[in-house]
């Protein structure tokens, strides 16, 4: 994923302004998500039984994809600071390690009372989409910043 932009505020944003990155999910990743989460199901950590699965080949976890959107929406749109809210995601498809997953999310919706931008999102490897969904965020506003600061 990339770098962490300057963030922007609620002000910055306008209904579909996007932002995308792509990652190659590894061994590694899949690793390092069983062990923070938890999440030792064989269909994500064990080759024999994953070859036997409908798969026919260990996958990632789903919720290591939905990462992906997280990171996306911290270090670019809308960027630091924002927080979450709620999250509706809807998985279409496996991801096999070693599959670039392309991820998408644009501003759909802003609600100027609350500082709420719903973001949609999309994951995809090789043009299908694995993942879609959206997220509802508070956005820090330019005026609060300058008088916190």
């Known amino acids: 994923m990339a770098a962490s932009a300057a963030p922007r505020f609620f002000e910055d944003l306008a209904i579909g302004t996007s ?23 064989p269909v994500h950590v064990d080759e024999v039984y994953a070859a036997a699965s409908p798969f026919r080949a260990r996958i990632a976890h789903g919720a290591l994809i939905a990462s992906f959107v997280s990171a996306l929406m911290a270090a670019e749109l809308p ?9 509706t995601t809807n998985f279409r498809r496996p991801v096999k390690l070693g599959d ?6 644009s501003v759909s919706a802003l609600d100027p009372v609350k500082s ?7 994951c995809s ?18 005026r609060r910043a300058r008088t916190e600061a």
């Open 116 to 122: 709420y931008a719903t973001m949609a999102f999309t």
């Open 125 to 142: 490897v090789a043009g299908k989409t694995v993942m879609d969904g959206e997220a509802l965020l508070i956005v820090p506003r330019r």
């Open 100 to 105: 670039e997953v392309t991820t998408k999310v």
């Open 79 to 87: 960027g630091p600071g924002a927080i979450y809210v709620s999250q």
């Open 19 to 41: 932002a995308e990155a792509a990652r190659i999910v590894s061994e590694a990743d899949v690793a390092a998500f069983a062990a923070v989460s938890g999440d030792h199901n």
